[in-house]
């Protein structure tokens, strides 16, 4: 499956933004049963979990420092799956990732995903 995230961008810090993602083509029904989630990978540093939500729209995890700021969600009768991001932080710099989870309930580990898509740059200025 190949997904394309997109809606990254300059923010200044305490702004918001919402990135997007979408499978290509007819992929979009062979991800609706599976869980999605977004990692992300900034300068230097190793790609990180962010948030991640099961087939059904429900059981939403997050890492601890986008708790209470970023929001996931999807969107299957329109192949989409957002992440809401409110109350940016310079420290929220970073390539975002989609991913498509390898079963239907949402995880957090990287061996939980099997296909990534191309990232969205999310920078968020001081």
């Known amino acids: 499956v190949q997904l394309q995230a997109f809606g990254g961008g300059l923010v200044k810090a305490g702004g918001f933004l919402r990135v997007s993602c979408q499978p290509s083509?007819?992929?979009?029904?062979?991800?609706?049963?599976?869980?999605m989630g977004w990692f992300r990978q900034a300068p230097g540093r190793e790609r990180e979990f962010v948030a991640s939500i099961s087939w059904h729209g429900g059981d939403p995890l997050y890492e601890d420092s986008v708790k209470g700021r970023f929001t996931i969600s999807r969107d299957n009768a329109k192949n989409t799956l957002y992440l809401q991001m409110n109350s940016l932080k310079p420290e929220d710099t970073a390539v975002y990732y989609c991913?498509?989870?390898?079963?239907?309930?949402?995880?957090?580990?990287?061996?939980?995903?099997?296909?990534w898509g191309q990232g969205t740059q999310v920078t968020v200025s001081s």
């Open positions: 991913a498509v989870g390898r079963r239907s309930y949402s995880g957090k580990s990287f061996s939980d995903y099997s296909s």
């Open positions: 083509g007819r992929a979009g029904r062979a991800v609706s049963n599976n869980a």
